[in-house]
């Protein structure tokens, strides 16, 4: 029996659990955990306005993910126009992110559906990446520290406006 062989493969299996476990450990490398902080990131607005996630501190915010081409998204944005429009004065921030690669198609979509809330452009999707986004339309509810609270995957209605806002009291006690 040849002993290097199998001791080379049980040295170098050993490291690559070692990096996995460590990976997992400093919170990389996996799908947004509940509890972990939220990753910071800076997005533009249709404008060229520059913010940060980070801005946001003190807030709850809602950080939804979105393209034009998505009808669940579509179907979804009425909803989230009535959710911004409830708790816009409030401690509360609507951050809708678009992965359309093109800007145009996400003003276009906005105009047709004459929405106010929020909304920034993510045409590489690096935000979208960061948040391990894979289905649209996607939501995170962020505490007022940064921490994930929530996550969505799929769209989202009124129907969670009362959990919105006993979020939004419990951070205004």
Not at 117 to 142: C, K, M, Q
Request: glycine share 6%; charged share 20%.
């Amino acid at each position: 029996m040849r002993l290097k062989p199998i001791l080379f493969f049980l040295v170098v299996g050993g490291v690559i659990a070692f990096l996995i476990a460590n990976q997992a450990r400093q919170g990389g490398g996996g799908a947004i955990r509940i509890g972990q902080v939220a990753p910071d990131f800076t997005v533009r607005d249709p404008a060229g306005k520059q913010v940060k996630l980070s801005d946001f501190r003190g807030k709850l915010v809602f950080l939804n993910f979105w393209a034009s081409w998505c009808a669940p998204c579509a179907a979804e944005m009425p909803d989230l126009e009535t959710m911004n429009q409830n708790f816009k004065s409030r401690n509360f921030q609507m951050i809708a992110i678009s992965t359309d690669a093109d800007v145009k198609d996400a003003i276009k979509f906005y105009q047709d559906r004459n929405l106010t809330l929020p909304w920034f452009s993510d045409p590489g999707r690096n935000v979208a990446d960061r948040y391990h986004v894979n289905v649209y339309p996607e939501t995170f509810l962020i505490d007022a520290n940064g921490h994930v609270i929530k996550h969505y995957p799929g769209p989202v209605n009124t129907q969670i406006m009362a959990q919105i806002d006993k979020f939004i009291a419990d951070q205004e006690t």
